[in-house]
């Protein structure tokens, strides 16, 4: 099931999309261990498509194919193992990726219509939401702390710097 996306219409998917795009001509764009070496491209491709016109569920339907089968990964001896990828590795990869940018498109949007807050909301319904998720869950933040950290610049400890972070089940939405 895709997360929910209270602000996902073609102005938010507008300002996601330039993100995307600032990304890919910045050299930024983060190519996930979890997919194949290969198909780096066309995941690539995809995640702009979703963006576009799609969302999450989309992109996991047709990304499952470019998923690697194992990992690497460390132990807490500090030894090395190669792993079985979850089941549910595409959904995570799809999920967060789409949520970042989608958060990323929503603050940008923020910013440029002079609002001075979105709202950290659960776009996942979860049983039991982690401790950490549940505090952050209809806090205010300024769109410009929540863009820089997801754009991977240094920011200083917020809230910001605790979204994006990968199952949280967390975004943002205008207020």
Request: no cysteine; charged share 35%; glycine share 6%.
């Amino acid at each position: 099931m895709p997360l929910h996306y209270e602000n996902l219409d073609p102005i938010t998917r507008r300002y996601a999309f330039e993100e995307f795009q600032r990304d890919v001509e910045h050299g930024s764009f983060h190519v996930s261990d979890r997919l194949r070496p290969e198909a780096a491209g066309e995941y690539q491709r995809l995640l702009s498509e979703a963006i576009r016109y799609y969302d999450d569920r989309w992109l996991e339907e047709h990304a499952e194919d470019l998923i690697a089968e194992h990992e690497t990964r460390r132990t807490k001896s500090g030894g090395v193992v190669e792993a079985r990828l979850p089941t549910m590795a595409t959904r995570m990869l799809a999920e967060g990726d789409f949520n970042r940018y989608y958060m990323r498109g929503v603050s940008l949007r923020a910013i440029a219509e002079e609002r001075g807050v979105v709202e950290v909301y659960r776009a996942r319904l979860s049983i039991e939401a982690r401790q950490e998720s549940a505090e952050l869950e209809g806090r205010r933040v300024d769109p410009a702390k929540v863009l820089s950290w997801l754009r991977g610049e240094k920011t200083p400890d917020s809230d910001a710097t605790r979204l994006g972070r990968p199952n949280s089940g967390l975004s943002v939405r205008l207020v």
